[in-house]
């Protein structure tokens, strides 16, 4: 079903669109001057087939039109086509105000739309549900569904299904077609039996419906309360007050017979549009007189009406022969352009009171009347006025005639012709208070003094050469002085001579007086006093400090905005431009209001620095733009919203292209779960405010992740990356032209689940893991510090070690003294016993032969002494033990090795000297050099190896 955007409880959403259809449908009659805006959607923009047979407009805005391809939908910013499953065009379409589903009837097929699981719009056929034995039927002309039943009317049957899905089928006694729904009642037109109504499965003939015999019915649409108004393709009316029909005799009676009558509505105000084949549609008041006649000539794509439907603002949209139309019925403003017969832009208007001027960009043009005008009759035509073709730059009648600005001069109108009154392009014309019987112009290069003939008309009279400046705007303040605006320089203020033939004063000002810039200065009269507009609002002249600043008054209507014109009107309203949009403060007793909303349709429309505006009165405002004049009348104005809805279109992940969530107006999500690997989207919006589509506006905020709306956009799309895991709700909200918002904010929630590293399962697992590591670490930690006690324990070891090696070191430094003062010992025995054996030697050479005996064997004694054995095993013992058995391992490896050799091995061990050595061995120092030599040969060492190395590379 259809669903607003906001949560309306399903029992009271019929009664919230009823409120809202009551207090804004009211509009005013349909324009009789100028041409409503007209919006074109050729076939190429909705790319299908160019008919359009039927339209609708579902509960939340959203246009279904009946195409030959299928349901074309068409959203305010892109169209979609939903094809029929037999690929037959859409000919009838039908909204149940009560749920707001649409029922779709085409050739041979009927049913109905609903969203699908994603969103998209599905359809569900009704034809297949019809009875086994059901004939087979052709085009649906009607299709409709009221207090639970639901109709289908094709040419050859009437199918009707009941609340309990009960088929009654009713075949006709000749040729349904066509089919009509009126206040609830549905009317058949049957080629053998006439106007029908379908009551309780039957069909009853209309009272006195025989003056429609031989008329080929094609319009029904309900007239004031009670009534229906009746056409026939012949352009005949009918009047049915429900109990006899009569001929309803109008003024568009001719026009109507001359071009085919196919459709037909009631608008809002009561008037009635008829759709014609072959000349567009006629509206026409409840009197039966035309009020606006619009074909192709007039902005229309096709003069062949083929479906109407007029939607809650009022306005039209049309089924074309060849493409689809919007037409701004309701709308306070209408153009009067080149297709209303004025060509050129538009830059003054004056009425008279009997006619209208226009003054555009090619001539000065005219109409007889400004009130109603038959459109049906092209009485009402703009005609240009003789003489006057050319730039026109200002209309004035306030001076007794009608006076023209134009590009070649000043003219008069007289008996409908121009006449010059002086030759030069001419801006302006203003009387001045001081001098009544005179007319200022404002030219090109100039001002201009005219005065009257004698038959009372002006003619010129002299020029002001001495000040040579364009006087385009211009205003006289109360001490008579003229204020000038130069948009390009800044102000001037002259002051006349009393003669008018000079300037007795001219001052300039610009930004150093206080000016906010010196362009875009401009002069206006609002209540008697010169204010002037400028681009940071409007300024006034403080005559005491001779400088300008910010007029209090308008202050904050303006807040700093470029104004570029004002109006003030009889009743003291004052009309602008601000920001190239117009507006009205609007007169009150403690100040202004300002009111502009209503003015979007013009913005940006109006002939910039040239914006003319005219309050005729208060039912015709003028305003010139560039494509002639827009109409618009302030008793029009709405005072009620339409309501119009915002939709969110689409959810795409913008990575792939893929939709996520669909295109449909009835589908309303309840929110989506979406996996991690999606977390990338494109949000596609659109709202259903058609007036100026161009103009709507957006505003949009992703809760959970931006902490503000958006600035306004005319974008529809928007997209997200890299969304973290999470619940969101993308929320966007519209405004159009005029600044209303949409009814209500348009929301899609959804939720990004986390990727697989961040789910519960995956947490869980990270749970085990975490313990499984905790268990790992607190092993690892006891294996570490086992590790570390270990470690400690081998260090420990090597420092015992250490200190033994160091002890033992000690002990063998220590032993190595030892065996050194051994040996050094025995030297200096030896050498002590030496000398003694050499003393007794000579005393014994002085003795006698008993004293020599006894000597001798003191001598004996020395030299056993002397010998070495005993000291030579004691140092043995000891050398070994310091030295891990040296001695004993070389006499193993080395047998042949003497007593001798082995001592001079080990005195090389202990690093002694020859000179050393040869002591303790009691040699000669060359006797140890030999000895060295032949141990070198016993060990075969080469020449550059010392022997000393050897010996002490020698294990151990």
């Excluded at 002309?141 to 609340?163: E, L, P, Q």
């Excluded at 009635?272 to 902005?299: A, C, E, R, W, Y």
């Excluded at 092209?378 to 004035?396: C, H, I, M």
């Excluded at 001798?900 to 060359?926: D, G, H, T």
Aim: glycine share 8%; hydrophobic share 35%; charged share 25%.
């Amino acid at each position: 079903m259809l669903r607003v955007a906001m949560a309306i409880p399903m029992l009271s959403r019929y009664f919230f669109f009823v409120l809202i259809f009551c207090c804004t449908r009211v509009v005013g009659q349909v324009k009789n001057i100028g041409l409503p805006y007209i919006k074109n959607f050729t076939k190429e923009m909705y790319r299908h087939h160019p008919r359009n047979l039927a339209i609708a407009q579902g509960l939340t805005g959203i246009m279904y039109f009946g195409n030959g391809d299928g349901l074309l939908e068409f959203d305010g910013t892109s169209w979609s086509i939903l094809p029929m499953p037999n690929k037959s065009a859409v000919i009838s379409l039908y909204v149940d105000e009560t749920d707001g589903k649409l029922y779709v009837g085409a050739q041979g097929e009927f049913g109905y739309i609903m969203p699908d699981s994603l969103g998209n719009t599905s359809y569900i056929s009704l034809s297949k549900e019809l009875p086994p034995g059901t004939p087979g039927f052709g085009d649906i002309w009607k299709i409709s569904a009221y207090n639970g039943k639901i109709t289908a009317i094709a040419s050859n049957m009437i199918m009707v299904r009941d609340v309990n899905h009960q088929w009654t089928i009713t075949q006709p006694l000749g040729h349904f077609f066509p089919a009509f729904e009126v206040r609830h009642k549905i009317f058949v037109f049957d080629s053998g039996k006439g106007l029908l109504e379908l009551q309780d499965n039957q069909l009853f003939p209309l009272r006195d419906s025989d003056v429609l015999e031989g008329k080929k019915i094609s319009v029904m649409v309900p007239y004031g309360e009670r009534n229906i108004v009746i056409g026939s393709e012949d352009g005949s009316l009918f009047m049915y007050d429900g109990l006899q029909i009569s001929p309803w005799k109008t003024s568009a009676e001719k026009f109507l017979k001359q071009n085919q009558v196919i459709t037909g509505l009631t608008l809002a105000d009561g008037s009635i549009v008829i759709g014609t084949l072959h000349n567009g549609f006629l509206v026409i008041d409840q009197n039966g007189k035309p009020l606006q006649h619009i074909n192709s000539s007039k902005g229309l794509q096709s003069s062949s009406i083929l479906s109407m439907h007029s939607d809650e603002g009022g306005n039209l949209w049309l089924g074309l022969e060849n493409g689809i139309d919007f037409v701004e019925l309701s709308s306070p403003f209408t153009a009067i352009n080149e297709r209303s017969g004025l060509p050129g832009t538009g830059f003054a208007s004056v009425h008279d009171g009997s006619r209208l001027y226009l003054g555009t960009s090619h001539g000065v043009y005219y109409k007889e009347r400004f009130t109603y005008e038959d459109p049906t009759t092209g009485d009402g035509d703009f005609k240009l006025v003789e003489n006057s073709s050319g730039q026109v730059w200002n209309l004035d009648n306030r001076f007794g005639e009608l006076l023209i600005g134009h590009n070649n001069g000043a003219f008069s109108i007289k008996d409908g012709k121009a006449e010059r009154i002086v030759e030069g392009g001419t801006w302006i014309f203003m009387r001045s208070e001081n001098h009544p019987d005179f007319l200022l112009a404002g030219g090109y290069s100039a001002l201009s003094i005219f005065d009257k003939t004698k038959s009372g008309s002006w003619h010129f009279k002299n020029m002001l050469p001495d000040f040579r400046e364009s006087f385009r705007i211009m205003e006289e303040d109360h001490r008579g002085n003229l204020w000038l605006s130069h948009p390009h320089k800044g102000l001037f203020k002259l002051t006349l001579h009393d003669s008018l033939s000079r300037f007795t004063s001219v001052k300039f000002y610009n930004v150093s007086n206080g000016l906010p810039s010196d362009f875009s200065n401009y002069v206006s009269k609002i209540g008697g006093v010169v204010v002037f507009p400028t681009e940071k609002g409007i300024y006034r002249f403080n005559e005491k400090l001779d400088k300008f600043e910010p007029d209090p008054r308008f202050a904050e209507y303006f807040n700093g905005k470029a104004v570029t014109k004002l109006v003030e009107d009889a009743r003291g309203n004052v009309w602008f431009v601000a920001e190239q949009r117009p507006g009205i403060l609007l007169k009150g007793n403690d100040g202004y209001k300002l009111s502009d909303a209503q003015f979007g349709k013009l913005e940006g429309k109006l002939v910039a620095n040239f914006e003319h505006i005219n309050p005729i009165d208060d039912w015709n405002v003028l305003f010139g733009t560039e494509e002639g004049f827009v109409h618009y009348d302030p008793s029009r104005h709405q005072k009620k919203k339409i309501p119009f809805f915002v939709h969110i279109r689409k959810v795409e992940d913008s990575n792939d292209e893929s939709l996520i969530w669909g295109n449909s107006a009835y589908a309303d999500p309840e929110g989506l779960k979406l996996p991690y690997e999606r977390n990338e989207l494109r949000f596609t919006f659109s709202c259903t405010s058609y007036r100026d589509l161009e103009k709507n506006r957006y505003q949009y905020m992703l809760v959970g992740f931006d902490k503000t709306w958006s600035e306004w956009t005319s974008r529809t799309q928007k997209e997200y990356t890299n969304l973290p895991e999470g619940k969101y709700t993308f929320k966007v909200r519209a405004g159009n032209d005029n600044h209303e918002l949409s009814e209500t904010d348009a929301g899609f929630v959804f939720r990004i689940a986390p990727p697989w590293y961040r789910t519960a399962t995956a947490y869980f697992v990270y749970l085990i893991l975490s313990l499984l590591a905790l268990a790992g670490t607190i092993k690892l930690i006891y294996r570490q510090k086992e590790r570390q006690l270990r470690q400690e324990k081998l260090r420990s070891e090597r420092k015992i070690i250490k200190l033994e090696n160091e002890k033992l070191e000690n002990e063998v430094n220590y032993k190595q003294r030892e065996l050194a003062s051994l040996a050094l010992n025995i030297t200096s025995k030896n050498e002590i016993l030496d000398q003694i054996k050499t003393q007794v030697k000579l005393v014994s050479s002085g003795m006698n032969d008993e004293g020599r005996a006894a000597l001798s064997q003191i001598i004996k004694l020395i030299d056993n002494n002397i010998r070495l054995d005993n000291d030579w095993e004691k140092f043995e013992f000891y050398f070994d033990q310091v030295h891990s058995n040296f001695l004993k391992q070389l006499r193993e490896t080395y047998a042949d090795l003497t007593i001798s050799q082995l001592k001079l091995c080990a005195y090389l061990k202990m690093n002694l000297s020859s000179k050393e050595i040869a002591i303790l061995m009691n040699v000669s120092v060359a006797a140890v050099e030999k000895s060295r030599y032949r141990l070198r040969k016993k060990f075969n060492l080469e020449h550059e190896l010392m022997l000393v190395d050897f010996i002490q590379k020698l294990s151990p």
